[in-house]
């Protein structure tokens, strides 16, 4: 029996503007964001701006020690794809990642690795891609001056992290491991312990971040390529290795983010652009090239058409898991922030970011300040597998950001947040939007499943009587309530692109999230 309240509900309206729109898991990065876009700057402006405030506002969730994937849709309709994914580092030795028993932990199916190695620590960094990632992206198609989007996360960071309930919530749950690691504990856990709520309506409370602060300053100064190469560098990859990582200056020089061809699925009668590669996108095709032989469509989804969904998503996740990764270091076809961007022009970018984990790897760098990403955890710690670790290969990321362009002329970005979990959401949204013409507020108020790879199938408590009944006749299925946290069906952000309107929409239940227009 669950502990909340049957009767609650919570309803978030979108926001409609004839300019531009962010829609960001913080608003006080979609504010940022849309400062950019009144200021002159276009979507590839505001993004680097957002990814960068976001990194600050949330930071256990993206930063620059994290990796990424972002779509770019032209005003005049091309589509590009950024990859800034992370990479095992060169020097990673196979040995320090020994099997214990039983599974890691509910994110994958993987066997546990002694001491966690792969999951928390030193050993679980991969190389960091987010700066790159931005750097290239800007390269192509920026347009205002580097250091005025980056300004305002410089800013950011010397006020420090406000603390709230929802701030208190997230650090308190990882506060055992942040504990573990001196500069984490620094940051997150004054006195010891997870920071108070301020309880008193004019009482503030910040943490301070001063050396990411100092961080960000070198790279708002001296470009991107200044995390990859120089002094910036050489320290990160000092402070790595000094706590037990296998991560080099060497490493760093040699990351590259690539502009990449999109997958562009055609479903129904919608065209549909995903990332390639090593990212959810191939499964999101796979799911619904199945789904769309589910012709019995009605005004609405029903039992039949959820049914058809589950199975579609268990197809998949059945066949990523098996068959994807990074085999020989080539490129095999085959927790998590997330923002999307419309600008008055018509130009989308829909960009997800990650640290992994919640607070990703748990170590952050005393000197340069950066929170460390463990994306040694998305490799399967056995051997002979297409995902299997391995030096220098590249991880097989969930990240699933996509643009929808419907038969009627409009165009939706749409992406999410919550690991596993953010594929089935995408994919319920896109097929939402196309299969009932549903508007974005009317799409994002839907209730889901979540179907990700474990053999469960969750079901939205807000669903039909009738559609749970359904589920559980023919699947394993537990009923949960959209929450603020577990997130069980993931945090979608998205706009939708119209003639002359650019609406913009977030998760309902979450409390950070929300969409900003330029003024």
Not at 277 to 290: D, K, Q, S
Request: one cysteine or more; hydrophobic letters at 45%.
């Amino acid at each position: 029996m669950s502990n909340f309240s049957p009767n609650h509900r919570v309803h978030k309206p979108v926001v409609r503007s004839r300019g531009g729109v962010v829609a960001s898991q913080h608003v006080g990065a979609a504010r940022i964001g849309a400062q950019i876009l009144t200021e002159g700057g276009n979507a590839v402006d505001a993004a680097v701006a957002t990814s960068f405030a976001l990194g600050v506002l949330e930071p256990w969730m993206s930063g620059i020690g994290g990796g990424g994937m972002m779509i770019v849709r032209h005003a005049d309709g091309k589509v590009d794809t950024v990859d800034f994914g992370m990479r095992a580092p060169a020097a990673l030795a196979l040995a320090d990642y020994p099997l214990a028993e039983g599974e890691a932990n509910d994110l994958f199916a993987w066997p546990a690795v002694q001491k966690d190695s792969n999951m928390t620590g030193p050993l679980s960094i991969a190389v960091p891609g987010v700066v790159d990632g931005l750097g290239v992206a800007y390269g192509a198609w920026g347009s205002k001056p580097w250091a005025n989007l980056l300004a305002p996360a410089v800013n950011l960071a010397h006020q420090g992290l406000s603390v709230d309930w929802y701030a208190t919530l997230m650090i308190a749950q990882c506060a055992g491991e942040l504990a573990k690691w001196p500069a984490s504990a620094d940051r997150f856990l004054p006195s010891g312990h997870p920071p108070t709520i301020p309880m008193a309506p004019t009482a503030k409370s910040r943490l301070p971040m001063e050396s990411l602060a100092k961080t960000l300053d070198t790279l708002m100064r001296n470009g991107p390529r200044a995390f990859y190469e120089g002094p910036l560098a050489e320290r990160i990859a000092a402070e790595s290795q000094a706590l037990g990582s296998s991560l080099s200056a060497q490493d760093l020089a040699a990351y590259h983010a690539q502009i990449l061809k999109p997958l562009c699925i055609s479903y129904r009668d919608a065209k549909i652009w995903a990332t390639p590669e090593l990212t959810a996108g191939p499964t999101l095709a796979h799911v619904l090239r199945n789904h769309e032989e589910f012709q019995n469509l009605q005004s609405g989804p029903d039992t039949e058409w959820y049914l058809s969904l589950v199975n579609s998503l268990q197809t998949a996740y059945t066949k990523r898991l098996a068959e994807m990764g990074d085999i020989n270091g080539g490129r095999d076809i085959g927790c998590t922030t997330h923002f999307t961007i419309a600008d008055r022009d018509g130009t989308i970018v829909t960009l997800t970011q990650t640290l992994l984990s919640v607070f990703g790897s748990m170590v952050t760098l005393p000197e340069t300040g950066i929170l460390m990403n463990n994306g040694i955890f998305w490799f399967d710690p056995r051997k002979g597998n297409p995902n299997s670790l391995a030096p220098s290969k590249r991880c097989l990321s969930n990240m699933c950001p996509v643009v929808v362009e419907r038969a009627d002329g409009a165009v939706f970005g749409i992406g999410a947040s919550g690991g596993r979990r953010i594929m089935p959401a995408v994919a319920q949204i896109a097929a939402f939007t196309t299969d009932f013409c549903m508007d974005l507020e009317d799409a994002l108020h839907c209730p889901r499943i979540d179907v990700s790879g474990t053999g469960l199938v969750l079901a939205d408590s807000d669903l039909p009587e009738v559609v749970v009944n359904a589920l559980a006749s023919q699947f394993k299925t537990n009923v949960k309530k959209r929450t603020v946290y577990p997130s069980w069906f993931a945090n979608i952000s998205a706009v939708q692109v119209e003639a002359r309107d650019r609406i913009g929409g977030t998760e309902p239940t979450l409390p950070w999230a929300d969409a900003v227009t330029e003024i």
